[in-house]
């Protein structure tokens, strides 16, 4: 669950600003980095399911046309594995909406203690997060 204050929420849709509020996409680096940066503890979750870890990156997928790429890695292992995204869908009204179900990856169940993430946003820039089992266990 994403937990950020209400004056935050009301920044975010453009309700409270210090200056005239411009449409916005959400589909550059610039755009989601902030998003991204309040919101870093649901970059991912992992659910167990039919005898699997599936482990979500719906959330990131979600700001996906600020990023060039997802990477992961599990219990230790650098983020060199690199989560393949649909493309954003620029040109339409919802650019970074999800059409398909490609939102997670399935490992054996009980196998995945931690989660490491590397963001490569669209204009280059990185930025890295490890979350452990029990924080992202829904």
Same mark, same amino acid.
């Given at each position: 669950? #994403? @937990?950020?204050?209400?004056?935050? +929420?009301?920044?975010?849709?453009?309700?409270?600003?210090?200056?005239?509020?411009?449409?916005?996409?959400?589909?550059?680096?610039?755009?989601?980095?902030?998003?991204?940066?309040?919101?870093?503890?649901?970059?991912?979750a992992i659910r167990e399911y039919g005898g699997k870890d599936l482990v979500y990156f719906t959330?990131?997928?979600?700001?996906?046309?600020?990023?060039?790429? #997802? @990477?992961?890695?599990?219990?230790? +292992?650098?983020?060199t594995k690199s989560f393949k995204m649909e493309k954003c869908h620029e040109g339409t009204a919802q650019p970074n909406a999800i059409s398909g179900d490609n939102v997670y990856v399935s490992q054996p169940q009980g196998s995945v203690s931690e989660v490491r993430v590397k963001l490569i946003y669209d204009d280059g820039s990185t930025?890295?997060?490890?979350?452990?089992?029990?924080?992202?266990?829904q």
């Open positions: 669950m #994403i @937990r950020i204050s209400k004056l935050t +929420a009301l920044a975010l849709c453009g309700l409270v600003s210090s200056g005239p509020v411009a449409a916005q996409n959400f589909t550059t680096a610039a755009e989601v980095r902030p998003i991204l940066g309040m919101t870093r503890d649901s970059w991912v959330h990131l997928l979600a700001w996906r046309c600020g990023l060039s790429e #997802i @990477r992961y890695g599990f219990n230790g +292992a650098p983020p930025e890295e997060a490890r979350f452990n089992r029990k924080a992202v266990l």
